[in-house]
């Protein structure tokens, strides 16, 4: 089992997930983060950071969601570790409210 | 050899925010010096994290990377208020991060609470995962029916290893002492008792659904706990709380499964403790049936009038931990944390010079080990930016330190010494199939880091 990041990051990127993963298996491309399923510790850390809901455990995904865990496995180990918090990507609040988060 | 004008800082307590302060101080070019009462790192990722959670104290390779750094030293062995005081510290260092974790343990103040067979959480689980304050603690399980009071991640581990047979725990770390005191066990049915509803529940949704794949046990629950009223229905909706919505979808799971296995775990909600009664010893917990009132996320739970009673010879609260203070640190005991603007230690309003905190002891006593490291990159952070006005170090870091702890025949473990407890450890557990058989004396864990070196410094006369 292992946690996944899904569609709500997308375009989003405010990173408030990786400064409380405790063994730094965060990647990410310019547009969205993966999570490495081979480093993960499944302590959900992340889950309640996230501030749009993005991560979830393998064990939540609804039927649309299960590509995800293919998408983070596949495209997690070639992409740089993400330790530390980015600045947000520039449409970050723009999506925030989009799903009615503010 | 660091260069002049390095930054030292000393670190006290080594469990996960003490780990991840140093890691980023590390980053910033600092000197650190993590001091550890125990002569084992790690805190309560040894002493706290369930047994059978081994994929979690993977941390530890982590933690033992950041310890191979060159600027970085550990003095384990060595307590703060102890051995050194806190105004030595801040004498020999640029700053001090007190890190030093929150776990002395809450009480009810219920009547009967001091009963034998009444425990805290804490003893339990500070006693199967070897903590050698706890060793020589005894728990009596000869009784059929347990009572768990609290309805947070600690209470579902305490749940479990009651509820588990020997056989799922015989290969994880648990301490050999515990297992063979578990092995007589005749508890069947344990309560999980909280005192307001589902939706406030303090679990997370992944250990509330382990409890729902125990080998042994089946799980329990009144239907019409689930019933919720508009107030829980909203803070359920909230897209914020992820959480409890999932636990409330796995609380949903578990209505009317059949009873199959010989053990049960049963969930109670909305039921307040009373009193724990009993002649000589406890027997049973009286409680009171409450409902919620008050807004969302503020709601409190006000007795019916209605109470209930559950059998039970042992019971363990698990109610919260609290910090303990240190001579010479600002501390507030209603809350039982340090004082803090963004890690900078406060003394009333003003900032007390040099002196940063993390962690739980920091933020009170919640949140897993990753939220520790958001918490210490931000008082890192604070000491940085306080740094930056400051003259390059004139401290003396370390040797002083080291000076002040030989003239007390003070005897530290340094990182290389907790390696051989470790691999002593490892190879004591690897005969009986186990990940490690924990050491669960300070002198036992001394003789074995200092094997193969010499004898203890006597203090010189100086
Ligand atoms: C029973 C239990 C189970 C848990 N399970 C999980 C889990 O499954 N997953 C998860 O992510 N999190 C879990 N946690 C939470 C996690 O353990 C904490 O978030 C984390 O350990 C807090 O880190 P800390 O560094 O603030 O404190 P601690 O880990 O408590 O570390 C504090 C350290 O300071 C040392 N110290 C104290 N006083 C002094 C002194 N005067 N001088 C020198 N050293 C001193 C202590 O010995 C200790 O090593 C659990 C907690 C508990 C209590
Ligand atoms: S916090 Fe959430 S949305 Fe932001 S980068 Fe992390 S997973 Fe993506
Ligand atoms: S579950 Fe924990 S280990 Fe896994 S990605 Fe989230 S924070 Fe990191």
Redesign the pocket.
């Known amino acids: 089992m292992t946690h996944v990041?899904t569609e709500?990051?997308q375009a989003?990127?405010?990173?408030?997930?990786?400064t409380v993963c405790p063994v730094a298996c965060f990647h990410g491309d310019d547009e969205?983060?993966y999570i490495d399923p081979e480093v993960c510790v499944d302590c959900s850390a992340c889950i309640s950071?996230?501030?749009?809901g993005?991560?979830k455990e393998e064990f939540d995904l609804s039927d649309d969601e299960e590509r995800w865990i293919e998408i983070n496995a596949s495209r997690a180990p070639d992409l740089p570790v993400i330790r530390s918090k980015q600045s947000p990507l520039p449409t970050a609040e723009a999506r925030r409210s989009e799903l009615g988060l503010n | 050899m660091t260069a002049p004008g390095t930054r030292k800082v000393a670190v006290v307590g080594s469990g996960p925010s003490g780990f991840y302060a140093a890691e980023a101080l590390l980053e910033a070019g600092a000197e650190v010096d993590v001091i550890e009462r125990l002569p084992t790192p790690f805190g309560l990722v040894r002493f706290g994290v369930a047994p059978d959670h081994p994929k979690l104290k993977s941390v530890c390779q982590n933690f033992t990377q950041i310890a191979g750094h060159e600027r970085f030293a550990f003095f384990g062995n060595v307590a703060l208020g102890r051995d050194v005081t806190i105004d030595e510290l801040r004498g020999f260092y640029d700053a001090v991060v007190i890190a030093s974790g929150a776990s002395a343990d809450r009480k009810l103040g219920v009547p009967g609470e001091h009963l034998p067979g009444s425990w805290s959480a804490t003893e339990f689980v500070s006693w199967y995962n070897g903590h050698p304050d706890f060793r020589n603690r005894t728990f009596d399980f000869s009784c059929e029916a347990a009572v768990i009071l609290g309805h947070g991640n600690v209470a579902i581990d305490v749940c479990r290893i009651l509820s588990k047979s020997v056989d799922e725990l015989r290969r994880t770390d648990i301490c050999a002492h515990a297992l063979e005191a578990l092995a007589e066990s005749r508890i069947r049915d344990v309560h999980l008792v909280g005192r307001r509803g589902p939706a406030q529940a303090k679990w997370t949704a992944k250990e509330l659904r382990e409890i729902g794949m125990l080998a042994e046990a089946d799980v329990v629950l009144d239907e019409s706990d689930l019933a919720l009223g508009a107030t829980c229905e909203a803070e359920l909706a909230d897209p914020r709380g992820v959480t409890p919505a999932q636990s409330f979808k796995i609380l949903r799971t578990f209505q009317g499964r059949p009873r199959e296995r010989s053990k049960a775990v049963h969930l109670h909600f909305n039921l307040s403790p009373r009193v724990l009664e009993g002649a000589g010893r406890v027997e049973r917990v009286l409680f009171d049936r409450c409902r919620l009132s008050g807004g969302p996320f503020s709601q409190v739970a006000d007795p019916t009038g209605e109470t209930v009673s559950l059998k039970a010879g042992a019971v363990f609260r698990s109610v919260g931990y609290k910090g303990v203070a240190t001579d010479g640190v600002p501390f507030d005991g209603r809350s039982g944390t340090i004082p803090h603007e963004r890690g900078r230690v406060m003394d009333g309003d003003a900032p007390a010079d040099g002196l940063y905190v993390a962690g739980w002891i920091k933020r009170g006593p919640s949140g897993v080990i990753g939220v520790n490291r958001a918490c210490s990159l931000e008082t890192v952070e604070t000491m940085l930016s306080d740094f930056a006005d400051r003259p390059p170090s004139q401290a003396p870091g370390r040797d002083a330190l080291r000076s002040a702890l030989a003239a007390r025949a003070v005897r530290p473990v340094d990182f290389t010494s907790w390696m051989r407890i470790d691999e002593a450890e490892v190879e004591a557990g690897a005969a009986l199939g186990k990940p490690r058989e924990k050491f669960t004396s300070v002198d036992k864990m001394l003789a074995a880091a200092f094997a193969g070196s010499g004898p203890v410094p006597q203090s010189c006369c100086a």
């Open positions: 990041v709500n990051c989003c990127r405010f990173t408030d997930c990786v969205r983060l950071a996230c501030p749009v993005a991560i």
